[in-house]
């Protein structure tokens, strides 16, 4: 049974891996574009004479927009598939982060940044909703894990790139690079399947009277988790917004005043010792401890080291603080985030009457108990 094997890789079916990839490579791929406009803030503060509230402002209107998107994108998933939504939304903030790079104003930047912000929703829902539909549950935390370690690679990826072009060329190349992940998509349309659970459901759609029983089951739910969603993305975008330009500007203006060099080597220490261990760790968590539990835990150390960061002076306090309030609160919010999508699939397999995922799963039991 697979609730009872231990998780292998080798014990997981080639279109659980190729979903995995999938998801994993746009969440790696949404992060290096998404993050390039926190990377390069410092800058943009000075070549638009932007104040920091207006600044926070763009990134409001990106999040905003990418909670209209995922709705969006959610709905035409159900439609259209999840595997065609992945690639849209991929290619959405590729564009648009492309765009970026020909702004001639800040009212130009915001509107860009908005449309961006569309295509980073979509991708979050049909990313998490893919692997939810395709991984046994006992498997899934893990397998989200992995997916949402993802981000932390292309956020110090971002910063890398960055790092090389604004050393050679200006910030308008940074945006310039971020168009390079629409060519994934080629990729995903040709090797990526939709999940069964999905085909399922375009071939035996619950009628009006079971989709009621549906949103009646699971709207309570959905709701409080919506919630805690809600306050789990302020405290991520409002703590990594502003940590590149907290890092980079001169202290008189409030900031550490790091090199461009030193900059650089935290974000890449912040994202690959203290982020990416704590979404693969939060994952055998989950696992192992249950959802809540894990959630509950990571957001208890998440309060603790966020309180320590700010209080820290010293380059050395600052980077193991950040390092250690990365580790926490990158799965205080983006596990809250996957809660919602397994609990979605949870009900949509009540809806279609099985108790099962369809997808084989060789040298293991086919399916969950």
Same mark, same amino acid.
């Given at each position: 049974?697979?609730?009872?094997?231990?998780?292998?890789?080798?014990?997981?079916?080639?279109?659980?891996?190729?979903?995995?990839?999938?998801?994993?490579?746009?969440?790696?791929?949404? %992060? $290096?574009?998404?993050?390039?406009?926190?990377?390069? #803030?410092? +800058?943009?503060?000075?070549?638009?004479?932007?104040?920091?509230?207006?600044?926070?402002?763009?990134?409001?209107?990106?999040?905003?927009?990418?909670?209209?998107?995922? *709705?969006?994108?959610?709905?035409?998933?159900?439609?259209?598939?999840?595997?065609?939504?992945?690639?849209?939304?991929?290619? +959405?903030?590729?564009?648009?982060? *492309? %765009?970026?790079? *020909?702004?001639?104003?800040?009212?130009?930047?915001?509107?860009?940044? $908005?449309?961006?912000?569309? !295509?980073?929703?979509?991708?979050?829902?049909?990313?998490?909703?893919? @692997? %939810?539909?395709?991984w046994p549950s006992?498997?899934? !935390?893990?397998?989200?894990?992995?997916?949402?370690?993802?981000?932390?690679?292309?956020?110090?990826?971002?910063?890398?790139?960055?790092?090389?072009?604004?050393?050679?060329?200006?910030?308008?190349?940074?945006?310039?690079?971020?168009?390079?992940?629409?060519?994934?998509?080629?990729?995903?349309?040709?090797?990526?399947?939709?999940?069964?659970?999905?085909?399922?459901?375009?071939?035996?759609?619950?009628?009006?009277?079971?989709?009621?029983?549906?949103?009646?089951?699971?709207?309570?739910?959905?709701?409080?988790?919506?919630? =805690?969603?809600?306050?789990? =993305?302020?405290?991520?975008?409002?703590? $990594?917004?502003?940590?590149?330009?907290?890092?980079?500007?001169?202290i008189a203006e409030?900031?550490?005043?790091? +090199?461009?060099?030193?900059?650089?080597?935290?974000?890449? @220490?912040?994202? #690959?010792?203290?982020?990416?261990?704590?979404?693969?760790?939060?994952?055998?968590?989950?696992?192992?401890?249950?959802?809540?539990?894990?959630? @509950?835990?990571?957001? &208890?150390?998440?309060?603790?080291?966020?309180?320590?960061?700010a209080a820290a002076?010293?380059?050395?306090?600052?980077?193991?603080?950040?390092?250690?309030?990365?580790?926490?609160?990158?799965?205080? *919010?983006?596990?809250?985030?996957?809660?919602?999508?397994?609990?979605?699939?949870?009900?949509?397999?009540?809806?279609?009457?099985?108790?099962?995922?369809? &997808?084989? +799963?060789?040298?293991?039991?086919?399916?969950? %108990?």
């Amino acid at each position: 049974m697979v609730e009872s094997a231990p998780f292998r890789w080798r014990n997981t079916t080639d279109a659980q891996r190729r979903t995995l990839l999938a998801a994993a490579l746009g969440w790696m791929l949404d %992060a $290096f574009d998404v993050m390039l406009y926190s990377i390069v #803030l410092a +800058t943009l503060l000075g070549e638009f004479s932007m104040t920091k509230a207006t600044a926070g402002l763009l990134n409001t209107l990106t999040l905003i927009a990418s909670a209209i998107g995922s *709705f969006f994108f959610g709905v035409w998933a159900d439609r259209f598939g999840r595997r065609r939504m992945l690639s849209a939304s991929i290619l +959405t903030y590729s564009i648009f982060t *492309f %765009a970026c790079g *020909f702004s001639s104003s800040v009212a130009m930047l915001a509107a860009l940044r $908005f449309l961006l912000g569309l !295509g980073m929703g979509g991708e979050w829902n049909a990313g998490a909703t893919l @692997v %939810a539909e395709t991984w046994p549950s006992a498997w899934r !935390g893990r397998a989200l894990g992995i997916v949402q370690s993802s981000w932390a690679i292309g956020y110090a990826l971002a910063a890398m790139v960055a790092q090389i072009v604004l050393a050679r060329a200006g910030w308008r190349w940074v945006f310039f690079v971020g168009v390079l992940p629409a060519l994934v998509t080629v990729w995903i349309q040709r090797s990526v399947p939709e999940p069964e659970i999905w085909r399922q459901a375009r071939t035996s759609p619950p009628g009006i009277s079971g989709k009621r029983a549906l949103w009646s089951a699971a709207l309570p739910r959905l709701l409080v988790l919506l919630a =805690m969603n809600t306050f789990g =993305m302020f405290a991520w975008w409002g703590l $990594f917004t502003w940590i590149p330009a907290y890092l980079a500007l001169p202290i008189a203006e409030g900031g550490r005043g790091f +090199t461009l060099f030193g900059f650089t080597s935290f974000l890449v @220490v912040l994202n #690959l010792c203290g982020m990416w261990p704590g979404y693969i760790l939060f994952g055998w968590l989950a696992d192992t401890l249950g959802r809540k539990r894990a959630i @509950v835990l990571y957001l &208890a150390c998440a309060a603790v080291s966020v309180a320590a960061f700010a209080a820290a002076r010293s380059p050395g306090w600052i980077l193991l603080t950040a390092s250690i309030a990365a580790f926490a609160v990158g799965m205080a *919010f983006y596990d809250a985030f996957s809660f919602i999508q397994v609990t979605i699939a949870a009900f949509i397999l009540l809806a279609l009457g099985t108790a099962t995922l369809s &997808a084989p +799963t060789p040298r293991a039991a086919p399916a969950d %108990a």
